[in-house]
């Protein structure tokens, strides 16, 4: 049976991090290492979000410094356990209460050995077993130190090192590779529209305005002031749609907020209609969506512009897509937006801008290839995704083959 002892029988050093408060903090001096510096065997330096001590503070505490190999234990998600080992540092560092610190006994354990076994499976069951807290998991120290570790000789704990060192090496390249194929995936999506779909659509012949329906309303936004008051919100009802409708681009139906049927009444002039393109410009700006054909009865609140277009001069479908991808709708709008990307978006803005409008059946056309080449997009992504899956697991199976003496 393989040896092991408990995590508080391998320490030197086996204690939690200081209680230090807001008001103890300070721009400069000894380094606070908190919970969120600790990733899943390694450490997240995130210096430009480092909060410090004064050396005289650091005295007044009696506080407990930790140094190069040191290793920190994280006792709240996600995951509850995860550890990683303090890199070497021009500062003077301690870390927080909810941090627990390890300082093995060399003659016992290699931090590096315990890292590595502290992204195990094993490992984080047996952690997650001795946890508590009905809606956020934490653990003891008491119960960290009693999580038992395998405790092979030295020269064995070095040789599985050595190997998962190498191994790891291979497989976060591979990942690291995955994931910014993964992130530049809507890059090419965009690519692709600029320099293969839209260039021969290229010069504007009329605006938004000319393309919605030729009656009154037919651009609007949702009541405002006096017009729908708090009180006249209900539990249920008429759906009031807000700028959460419009997630990714896509229409996404739910409401939080309802008006009575009697109120609908009086606003009936903001009805949202299958088809009718929705705009934010409010709060989180520039994300358009379709309205779906089977939606119930909703009206839309004042951060949405709702278009309801004349589909003989223009397909909802077309002016989503345009909206979203053509370089000189693009251009348009983040010249017009003030402060952050879209962040001055407003009713005049989407009026004037300006629209290439080809024929409905080239329009057909142009919706036609972006929903394939989304299609193919969307492949590529669940690809990489799947890979990124395969290597987790793979990191998994290594770890279980190293601590059971099979790698």
């Not at 320099?195 to 659509?201: A, L, V």
């Not at 277009?309 to 709708?329: G, V």
């Not at 009713?347 to 919706?367: A, H």
């Not at 690809?383 to 987790?392: E, F, H, M």
Request: proline share 4%; with cysteine.
């Amino acid at each position: 049976m393989q040896k092991t002892k408990t995590i508080a029988e391998l320490c030197l050093l086996f204690t939690d991090g200081d209680w230090i408060e807001s008001k103890d903090q300070s721009d400069i001096g000894v380094r606070l290492i908190q919970t969120g510096n600790i990733g899943e065997g390694y450490f997240k330096d995130r210096l430009d979000k480092a909060r410090y001590i004064t050396e005289s503070k650091f005295d007044d505490l009696k506080c407990t410094e930790i140094f190069e190999g040191d290793c920190l234990v994280s006792r709240l998600p996600d995951p509850v356990g995860r550890s990683c080992l303090i890199p070497n540092s021009k500062h003077r560092m301690i870390t927080a209460v909810d941090c627990t610190i390890l300082r093995f006994n060399p003659e016992l354990m290699l931090p590096e050995f315990f890292s590595y076994y502290s992204q195990s499976k094993k490992y984080l069951f047996d952690v997650n077993s001795k946890t508590s807290g009905a809606t956020r998991k934490r653990i003891s120290r008491k119960n960290l130190g009693l999580v038992k570790v395998p405790t092979p000789s030295l020269d064995d704990q070095k040789e599985i090192v050595s190997k998962l060192d190498s191994a790891f090496l291979e497989i976060e390249k591979a990942r690291e590779n995955t994931e910014k194929n993964l992130a530049n995936t809507n890059e090419l999506f965009e690519s692709i529209c600029q320099k293969s779909i839209f260039p021969e659509y290229n010069i504007p012949t009329c605006t938004v305005l000319d393309v919605a329906k030729d009656e009154k309303g037919s651009m609007r936004t949702g009541p405002f002031g006096s017009q729908l008051l708090k009180r006249e919100i209900v539990d249920s009802g008429i759906a009031v749609l807000g700028i959460d409708n419009a997630v990714n681009n896509e229409f996404k139906w739910g409401a939080r907020r309802f008006i009575t049927p009697e109120k609908f009444e009086e606003l009936s002039r903001f009805e949202v209609k299958p088809k009718d393109v929705l705009i934010t410009i409010m709060g989180t700006c520039g994300r358009c969506a379709i309205v779906p054909d089977d939606i119930p009865k909703a009206i839309n609140t004042k951060h949405i512009c709702c278009i309801t277009l004349d589909q003989n001069k223009c397909l909802s479908e077309y002016l989503h897509i345009y909206f979203l991808h053509h370089p000189i709708a693009r251009e348009y709008l983040l010249s017009r937006a003030k402060g952050a990307i879209m962040a001055g978006l407003n009713m005049g803005i989407i009026k004037d801008l300006p629209l290439v409008l080809p024929s409905i059946e080239e329009q057909r056309k142009l919706i036609e290839k972006v929903v394939s080449l989304k299609k193919e997009i969307s492949r590529l992504k669940l690809v990489y995704t799947n890979k990124i899956i395969a290597l987790d697991e793979l990191k998994q199976s290594v770890l279980q083959q190293a601590f059971s003496g099979k790698l």
